[in-house]
């Protein structure tokens, strides 16, 4: 059975993304150069779908361009095992977990020189802005 080929419109619409998109992804190596028509048009299948998909739902858990791409390898790789994508995930959270330490750092810090900050006065003698002059 032949698959259904589509436009680029039509990818981005069923992928819930724009076209550029699905340009950039293109460029960046994380779709396949798909076949043209013979008046230039990129055509897809619904594979490149379900891969832009795949991809937009791993940015938005935090991988970047780069890992999407190793992550993609093991898919089509036929000696990859489930231990090499597990341990990827769990690289991934080791670093969440340290940005979540760095943010609660930040956000104490702030805290502090917000509460220091009486509201009234000139720019000038803002405790915040002194701050953040210093080293």
């Known amino acids: 059975m032949r698959q ?10 069923r992928a819930d993304v724009n076209i550029q998109t699905v340009r950039y992804y293109e460029r960046r190596g994380l779709l396949p ?6 008046s230039n048009y990129r055509l897809y299948s619904e594979d490149n779908v379900r ?8 940015q938005e858990l935090g991988f970047s361009l780069k890992e999407i791409k190793e992550l993609l390898a093991l898919r089509i790789d036929s000696r990859a095992t489930r231990v090499q994508v597990r341990e990827r995930a769990e690289a991934k959270i080791t670093d ?8 609660r750092a930040i956000k104490k810090t702030l805290t502090r020189l917000a ?9 000038g003698d803002c405790q915040i802005l002194e701050a953040l002059e210093q080293a």
Not at 4 to 13: F, L, P, T
Not at 33 to 38: D, E, L, S, V
Not at 51 to 58: L, P, T, Y
């Open 96 to 103: 969440i977990e340290e940005k979540i330490r760095s943010l």
């Open 115 to 123: 509460t220091t900050c009486g509201g009234g006065g000139s720019v």
């Open 33 to 38: 150069k798909p076949r043209r028509t013979a």
């Open 4 to 13: 259904q080929m589509m436009k680029i419109g039509a990818v981005a619409a």
């Open 51 to 58: 891969r832009v998909r795949f991809v937009k739902r791993a």
